[in-house]
């Protein structure tokens, strides 16, 4: 995973009205979207990284980062009165990555980030009501469905980090490896 920054790829993506459904998305100018990606670099709420396909990375002599996007993972701090809860979401857009396990990856990655530096015990989702692979996959990371919006069309699951749970999780990612973000660095983080 790296660190956002602007993309037409990924701009490219949001213009899709299957991922645009799938997010909740509004379609946003290549502007908008660059102005929005600046404040997310900025804001100390929103922790958001790029998820990478390893195997176009390593298939590819010299591939560009662009050409190995796969879609992104993000993490808000929305409750100011409740600093350990984080609000997670994850986005595979390029078709040929689905299905591949890189959405669970890119949430087990996120939530060690959130537990292990942010100090967050609590991680919720807000998914789309006919998103049922993204529900079925965070109901697989143990997180329990607590309410459902029907005017929002959306459910919310929830996931409390018990002392067995931060150890599962701790498990799971023990291969992840933190290093440090170099703009313009084409290393894979």
Request: aromatic share 6%.
């Given at each position: 995973?790296?660190?956002?920054?602007?993309?037409?790829?990924?701009?490219?993506?949001?213009?899709?009205?299957?991922?645009?459904?799938?997010?909740?998305?509004?379609?946003?100018?290549?502007?908008?979207?660059y102005a929005m990606q600046q404040s997310w670099r900025e804001d100390a709420d929103k922790c958001t990284f790029i998820v990478l396909a390893a195997e176009k990375w390593q298939g590819q002599p010299g591939p560009s980062e662009e050409s190995c996007m796969a879609g992104d993972v993000n993490l808000f701090l929305t409750d100011l009165g409740d600093p350990s809860l984080g609000e997670i979401e994850v986005m595979i857009a390029e078709p040929s990555c689905?299905?591949?396990?890189?959405?669970?990856?890119?949430?087990?990655?996120?939530?060690?980030?959130?537990?292990?530096?942010?100090g967050l015990t609590t991680f919720e989702a807000k998914i789309g009501q006919e998103n049922e692979p993204s529900i079925r996959m965070f109901r697989r990371l143990h997180f329990e469905q607590v309410a459902v919006s029907s005017v929002f069309q959306e459910v919310t699951l929830r996931l409390t980090m018990s002392e067995?749970?931060?150890?599962?999780?701790?498990?799971?990612?023990?291969?992840?490896?933190?290093?440090?973000?170099?703009?313009g660095s084409s290393e894979p983080h």
């Open positions: 995973m790296r660190e956002e920054r602007p993309s037409a790829r990924y701009h490219e993506w949001m213009k899709s009205e299957e991922l645009q459904r799938l997010t909740a998305s509004e379609p946003l100018t290549l502007e908008q979207e689905r299905g591949q396990g890189l959405g669970t990856e890119a949430v087990l990655m996120m939530m060690a980030y959130g537990v292990t530096k942010l067995p749970e931060r150890q599962w999780l701790l498990e799971q990612t023990s291969h992840m490896q933190e290093k440090p973000y170099r703009d």
